[in-house]
């Protein structure tokens, strides 16, 4: 069975960074799943932060461009959120998905939070 564990999440001050992690196991095929980072704001529904194929193409929200960087390491089986010039509205908990190609579903983590103050 595959988990998807998130770790790195916290409370920064406006303009600072985080770093999200996303560690797979009870897969060898890490390497093809395409992989995203959504986060969901209290009330709110859950949204699309960033993704990265399995071949490396990145994709972002229009709100997280050119703060956000997403990465992975498929020999860690890891992916990542670089996360800088954070802003109080990146409020949330940040959810890491992975699946498709070989996978029968989508697999979720547990989430973190993230909060920034103003």
């Known amino acids: 069975q595959v988990q998807l564990v998130e770790s790195g999440g916290g409370l920064v001050q406006a303009g600072g960074s985080l770093r999200l992690s996303c560690a797979a196991s009870g897969t060898i095929f890490f390497s093809i799943m395409a992989m995203g980072w959504y986060r969901q704001a209290p009330g709110k529904q859950r949204d699309l932060v960033a993704q990265?194929?399995?071949?490396?193409?990145?994709n972002y929200a229009d709100s997280v461009k050119g703060r956000f960087t997403i990465s992975r390491d498929n020999a860690k089986n890891t992916m990542y959120l670089q996360m800088n010039s954070l802003k109080p509205e990146d409020t949330a908990v940040y959810y890491c998905?992975?699946?498709?190609?070989?996978?029968?579903?989508?697999?979720w983590g547990q989430g973190t939070q993230v909060t920034v103050s103003s």
């Open positions: 998905n992975g699946g498709g190609g070989v996978f029968p579903e989508d697999y």
């Open positions: 990265i194929t399995s071949a490396g193409s990145t």
